[in-house]
């Protein structure tokens, strides 16, 4: 099983072991300083051999004077002794911009970078805040992560920002930055601070309008991604599944009329009857390359979990995507939602959402399902109910159960458990 980074300091002596620990990339170089030291010295002691009869202060330079067992023990710890200190006082030197306790912690903070830098690349597609509950469990065990995010939303302030500054709503965006920034605990709440003013900025977030200022001054959307996620210290990518403004449609089914098809993310959502199918307009929008190169290199793919309807299908509905998944040689698995949903899944089970995707994608695209066992003694927020987790049995699918969900939102996944329990399914 794959460990997740430690994030408890540990004591300034085992700290400092960390030094000794292998596949750190700082031994190796320490080695070969050495080694250049040693050739340098060689070297020199050839060049005074060539000038040899050598000047007459070099008899007190070398200590001639003194017996020779006491010359070269003396040169020795010399050597040595201002070989530390100089170490000893370079360290200081580069880490004196740090506060003590990230000085104490560096080796172990360098530990634990290497080792998720050499972690399984993982894709997880998907958008809102499920997508965003994976990754801020995934950072931990990996920094190879790709987020696919939706570009379907239509509502709220990006919905707003899509339609004033014609760019792809950023609000799916910055949650995925902000679960997969380095340091979450100021910035995740400043990415997430909504305005609640009347001077214009009502209902907007700062990090939607971050993203928009950051598209101006690149002067695209996708370089904004980037720039955002080199500034916020992102731990992977995050990546539109396709750059075209694209429209979330649905066949709906309200009571016993004739289904109507229904433009919008949110109006599908308000319509609140039966979702017959979903399809996107334009309805086979180019696919972002990067994404897609990201899901055939990819070791891992999770699917969710996410709004069924209007977060998770937006992306898998991008042809050139669905294709690539098919052609991925990866672990593919599909982390089914802990609640129901108001006005797109009611009364849906594991098994309903399953059927849902396959309706929409075809069979056998998922090696792996993980459900939730509904927690006992906690209730569901209100017009939704717990998903049953039992599904029928399909060839070369597994099913893994556990519980799952947060101690304090119940109907949320926990990030922690839900990347722990996906972690141990690969080799």
């Known amino acids: 099983m794959r ?62 004077f003194l017996p020779r067992p006491v010359r070269i023990v003396g040169l020795l710890l010399l050597g040595v002794s201002s070989s530390l200190v100089g170490l000893w006082g370079l360290s200081r030197a580069l880490l004196r911009p740090f506060p003590k306790e990230a000085r104490l912690r560096y080796p172990e903070l360098l530990h634990d970078y290497q080792r998720r830098r050499r972690g399984p690349r993982v894709v ?18 990996t920094s190879n992560i790709t987020a696919i995010v939706t570009v379907a939303d239509n509502g709220g302030s990006s919905g707003r920002l899509r339609q004033e500054l014609g760019i792809l709503p950023p609000g799916d965006f910055r949650n995925c930055i902000a679960a997969l920034a380095d340091d979450e605990s100021l910035l995740a709440r400043l990415l997430q601070y909504r305005f609640t003013s009347d001077a214009g900025l ?27 996620s080199q500034v916020l210290a992102v731990q992977g990518k995050v990546l539109p599944s396709t750059l075209e403004a694209v429209t979330l449609c649905a066949d709906v089914q309200v009571g016993a009329h004739t289904p109507v098809r229904i433009r919008g993310e949110s109006e599908i959502a308000a319509a609140k009857g039966h979702i017959l199918r979903v399809l996107l307009d334009p309805e086979a929008p180019r696919a972002h390359p990067k994404a897609v190169r990201a899901i055939l290199d990819a070791e891992l793919l999770i699917i969710g979990p996410g709004s069924l309807y209007t977060s998770i299908l937006p992306n898998l509905l991008v042809p050139e995507i669905a294709m690539a998944l098919r ?9 089914c939602n802990v609640a129901t949903q108001r006005g797109e899944t009611d009364g849906y089970t594991a098994e309903d959402h ?13 090696s792996k399902v993980v459900v939730n066992l509904p927690p006992r003694g906690s ?17 070369h699918l597994d099913v893994i159960q556990g519980e799952l969900t947060s101690a ?8 922690e458990r839900l990347a722990g329990i996906i972690m141990q399914l690969l080799p």
Not at 3 to 30: F, H, N
Not at 202 to 226: K, P, Q, R, W
Not at 328 to 334: F, G, H, I, Q
């Open 354 to 366: 399953l059927r849902a995707l396959e309706k929409h994608l075809g069979p056998g695209l998922f």
């Open 124 to 141: 997880v597609l998907g958008g809102g805040h499920g997508q965003a509950t994976i990754l801020r469990g995934l950072k931990a065990y």
């Open 3 to 64: 460990q997740p980074t430690g994030k408890t300091p540990k004591p300034a002596w085992r700290s400092r072991l960390w030094w000794l620990e292998p596949g750190l990339g700082v031994k190796r170089w320490l080695l070969l300083l050495m080694f250049g030291i040693t050739v340098f010295i060689f070297g020199g002691a050839m060049l005074l051999r060539a000038l040899y009869p050598l000047p007459a202060f070099f008899y007190y330079a070398t200590l001639q």
């Open 202 to 228: 009502d209902g907007h977030n700062f990090g939607n309008l971050y993203i928009s200022a950051m598209a101006g001054v690149t002067g695209s959307f996708e370089m904004a991604l980037e720039a955002s």
């Open 379 to 395: 209730f569901p927020p209100p017009g939704a109910s717990w998903v049953e987790p039992e599904l029928r049995p399909r060839p």
């Open 408 to 415: 304090t939102t119940p109907w949320q996944h926990d990030s």
């Open 327 to 335: 052609a991925s040689r990866a672990l593919k698995v599909y982390v």
